[in-house]
């Protein structure tokens, strides 16, 4: 990928538990995004982290943004069955005239 | 509701004839783009529009065109489909470039 690649690629766990996901770019960037994509659907944005912020929150989700390392981590917290779902991670360069998505992190949240 | 709309959902045609897959979008963006998702390969930019009659190339915009007369919508026209063309397509929006899309429910295309 020219961009975001995400790791693991499949992730299963038990409701409840935590479910973190990374994803490592190669360019600067201008902001990284996160969105979940349920089998065969339309994308859904879930939150956005600009260059020059190292966390942010929303509800379950944390994101954290390591610009040195060029990676981004996606925690889900008390994961539930309905979390289960693609999640991408997209990216906006510097002067916005790309923007990547990753290969997805496909996770499977057990009931 | 705040949305994207595209049609249709599912569409099988033949190799050659020519197809406009619709989007619009009712929230006044700007930056509209179209994407292809293949397995293993991700999403893929085909094609993405500033604005009214701004549009330029993603990165696999062959074989693809669009244009953007009005400010709400952004077709993609396959003039002489092939099979390898096969793909789930999906339209999003954005108030303007680098900010968070709203996606279309996507257009599964087969050509056959």
């Known amino acids: 990928s020219q961009q975001g690649e995400e790791d693991p690629q499949a992730l299963s766990i038990q409701e409840g538990e935590n479910a973190t996901m990374n994803c490592s770019y190669k360019t600067s960037i201008n902001n990284l995004q996160w969105y979940r994509q349920n089998s065969g659907r339309g994308l859904v944005h879930l939150i956005l982290?600009?260059?020059?912020?190292r966390e942010k929150h929303s509800g379950r989700l944390r994101v954290t943004l390591d610009t040195s390392k060029k990676s981004s981590s996606l925690l889900i917290t008390a994961s539930r069955a309905a979390d289960t779902a693609s999640y991408f991670c997209?990216?906006?360069?510097?002067?916005?005239?790309?923007?990547?998505f990753g290969s997805g992190t496909k996770l499977n949240v057990k009931p | 509701e705040a949305q994207v709309t595209q049609n249709p959902r599912y569409l099988i045609t033949v190799t050659g004839k020519k197809l406009t897959v619709t989007c619009s979008q009712n929230?006044?963006?700007?930056?509209m783009s179209w994407y292809r998702q293949d397995p293993g390969l991700g999403l893929r930019q085909i094609y993405y529009s500033m604005n009214v009659e701004v549009t330029d190339k993603g990165d696999v915009p062959e074989g693809y065109k669009v244009s953007r007369k009005e400010k709400r919508n952004f077709p993609l026209i396959l003039e002489s489909p092939s099979p390898n063309q096969t793909s789930l397509y999906f339209c999003?929006?954005?108030?303007?470039?680098?900010?968070?899309?709203?996606f279309g429910s996507g257009t599964r295309l087969t050509v056959v």
């Open positions: 929230m006044n963006h700007e930056y």
């Open positions: 999003a929006s954005s108030l303007v470039r680098g900010n968070g899309y709203t």
């Open positions: 997209a990216t906006a360069l510097i002067d916005f005239n790309k923007f990547y």
């Open positions: 982290i600009r260059s020059n912020e």
